[in-house]
């Protein structure tokens, strides 16, 4: 067991960095020092740069891109290149928590919310350390702290800013995922609820597919409150998954079913139906 933390240098990850970073690398670039002037920014963004690609899991440690990366983010051919479709943030989102470069996005939302409802920055502190000490991981206090920052920011847009451009720097904010609850002193509480969320189908029906490892069949429960699953992952509620499995079974009769096996409600997905023709069906609609 290993835990990841730090190396994005407090920075969140901003819209555009992305894609940024990926062309560096498809020209041949790598993140050194000849970065700096290729991505026109400073020396620790440039290393930011570079854990947010590997983070979203668009590229692995030789710079090699993956297929859905090629398939967002290409110039000429990709779907969505310059982010403007909310869809293609909720899959990055969901690439982000269960790639698990940066762990405390699966421990916060597999594990911890699950927990905790409500909660302030020191109770996530608490409970990483908690974890890395039952499993015998070593961690740094400071990393962890701002790792725990800069998860928040990422989902929030900031209280107070200068400029209007800071108000929307993190990458994952309008997802409205983590909500601002109420603030006694200088201790601000925060919450993740579950909510029918505005979630295209096809969208989730991606996120089943590429966390499904080769499986067909998943249970209600699975995919409401397994590890990974898109419940989990997405903060939906019982009735808005229900609402999605209905809308995926009507379009795709061929391939998805949904019965009661037994009493065990199932979601059953045939052989043949393809991540990237699911993601056409959204993209080209």
Do not use: W
């Given at each position: 067991m290993k835990y990841f933390f730090a190396g994005h240098e407090t920075f969140t990850c901003r819209n555009y960095w992305l894609k940024k970073?990926?062309?560096?690398?498809?020209?041949?670039?790598?993140?050194?020092?000849?970065?700096?002037?290729?991505?026109g920014v400073g020396k620790n963004m440039v290393s930011s740069i570079r854990f947010w690609v590997r983070a979203f899991g668009l590229v692995d440690g030789d710079n090699k891109h993956s297929e859905i990366a090629n398939y967002i983010f290409s110039t000429r051919k990709g779907k969505d290149p310059y982010l403007e479709d909310k869809g293609t943030i909720w899959l990055l989102h969901y690439l982000l928590v269960t790639n698990e470069i940066a762990s405390i996005y699966s421990l916060m939302f597999n594990y911890f919310r699950k927990i905790r409802i409500e909660f302030n920055r020191e109770q996530i502190l608490s409970f990483i350390e908690?974890?890395?000490?039952?499993?015998?991981?070593?961690?740094?206090?400071?990393?962890?702290?701002?790792?725990?920052?800069?998860?928040?920011?990422?989902?929030?847009?900031?209280?107070?800013?200068?400029?209007?451009?800071?108000?929307?720097?993190?990458?994952?904010?309008?997802?409205?995922?983590?909500?601002?609850v109420r603030k006694e002193g200088h201790v601000q509480t925060y919450r993740i609820e579950n909510r029918s969320r505005k979630i295209a189908s096809e969208i989730i029906?991606?996120?089943?597919?590429?966390?499904?490892?080769?499986?067909?069949?998943?249970?209600?429960?699975?995919?409401?409150?397994?590890?990974?699953?898109?419940?989990?992952?997405?903060?939906?509620?019982?009735?808005?998954?229900?609402?999605?499995?209905?809308?995926?079974?009507?379009?795709?009769?061929?391939?998805?079913?949904?019965?009661?096996?037994?009493?065990?409600?199932v979601l059953q997905i045939k052989e043949g139906l393809e991540l990237f023709e699911v993601l056409n069906n959204y993209y080209d609609n």
């Open positions: 970073g990926l062309d560096h690398t498809k020209s041949g670039g790598d993140f050194g020092n000849d970065a700096i002037n290729d991505l908690n974890e890395c000490q039952s499993k015998g991981v070593k961690y740094n206090v400071n990393s962890v702290k701002k790792d725990i920052s800069v998860f928040l920011n990422n989902y929030l847009i900031p209280e107070k800013s200068k400029s209007i451009e800071s108000d929307f720097m993190g990458l994952l904010y309008e997802l409205s995922l983590i909500d601002r029906l991606a996120a089943i597919l590429i966390g499904s490892e080769g499986g067909s069949s998943f249970t209600f429960y699975e995919l409401q409150n397994g590890i990974n699953s898109v419940g989990s992952v997405f903060a939906l509620t019982s009735n808005g998954l229900m609402k999605c499995i209905d809308d995926l079974c009507e379009k795709y009769p061929l391939y998805i079913t949904y019965k009661d096996d037994g009493g065990v409600q």
